[in-house]
């Protein structure tokens, strides 16, 4: 008995110490334009909670649907909100938490050492730009607006045979970083940090890209809602705006938008 009385006591200091369930690290699904702006949100975050994040960038409709399916995210930060919409309504999101975080822009972009230089979109059209990488404009909100913003300049039929497509805007950032394409059409956040040559595209060639954040239901067996939202509001507040506007992302809508 006294044998089975001292199992008893190591099982219950074993208990005692194992860690509770939502000790799991707050698991953040975000669009790639936000790699670098986030990473530095997500240090503040960790420095003023002690709460571990780890993050999932990605093209913004491709982690829509993964959090649709089930992938256990306990906040999305998407680079438009009608994909947040999707998640919303899918069931894998509360709407009430709903929030315009900020609105991105895109540029071009090459190497400072490649001898190209494109300033305008009609540049693009040069026989010494020979390939521009955009990211999937199928699910990538910042290769759609690059898209859009070819078609409504005029230069899509001249460029369209030199367009070749990231996954993601990181990755067709990544192209054009490597050399295998002249010049990218990128968000102007990661380009803020980047060196090279950054021309401005003007917004009024593609819809706003509104981006907007929700908190979602995680993965099972941990209740990292409260942490969620405590990320939410530090994006959300004038600590969290002037990060992000270091990044190049004009300050979104204070108020939720249902």
């Known amino acids: 008995m006294r044998r089975y009385g001292m199992l008893a006591l190591v099982l219950a200091m074993g208990c005692k110490h194992a860690p ?32 571990k994040v780890t993050f999932t960038f990605g093209a913004t409709g491709l982690l829509a649907k993964q959090i649709e399916e089930g992938a256990p995210y306990d906040l999305f930060a998407a680079a438009n909100l009608s994909f ?4 919303i309504a899918s069931g894998a999101c509360d709407g009430s938490t709903k929030a315009i975080y900020g609105e991105g ?12 230089v494109a300033n305008v979109l009609a540049d693009l059209t040069r026989p010494d730009i020979v390939h521009v990488s955009i990211a999937n404009p199928d699910h990538a909100p910042y290769g759609k607006a690059a898209k859009q913003a070819l078609e409504r300049s005029g230069v899509w039929d001249a460029v369209s045979t030199k367009v070749v497509y990231g996954e993601n805007v ?18 102007l956040s990661l380009a803020t940090v980047s060196g090279g040559h950054t021309a ?35 994006v959300m507040s004038a600590e969290g705006r ?9 300050p979104g809508e204070a108020a939720s938008v249902h």
């Open 170 to 187: 990181q990755q067709a950032f990544q192209f054009a970083q490597s050399g295998n394409a002249e010049v990218a059409i990128i968000a």
């Open 84 to 87: 947040v919409d999707d998640a």
């Open 105 to 116: 822009r895109i540029v071009l972009w090459s190497r400072g050492d490649a001898g190209v």
């Open 200 to 234: 401005p595209i003007e917004p009024s060639l593609h819809d706003p890209l509104k981006q907007g954040i929700v908190v979602c239901k995680g993965a099972p067996g941990t209740n990292n809602q409260d942490d969620a939202k405590k990320f939410e509001a530090l």
């Open 20 to 51: 509770p369930p939502d000790s799991a690290p707050l698991r953040v699904a975000a669009a790639a334009d936000l790699s670098e702006a986030f990473t530095e949100v997500g240090a503040t975050f960790e420095k003023e909670t002690g709460r």
């Open 242 to 250: 002037g990060i992000m506007r270091r990044y190049g992302f004009l």
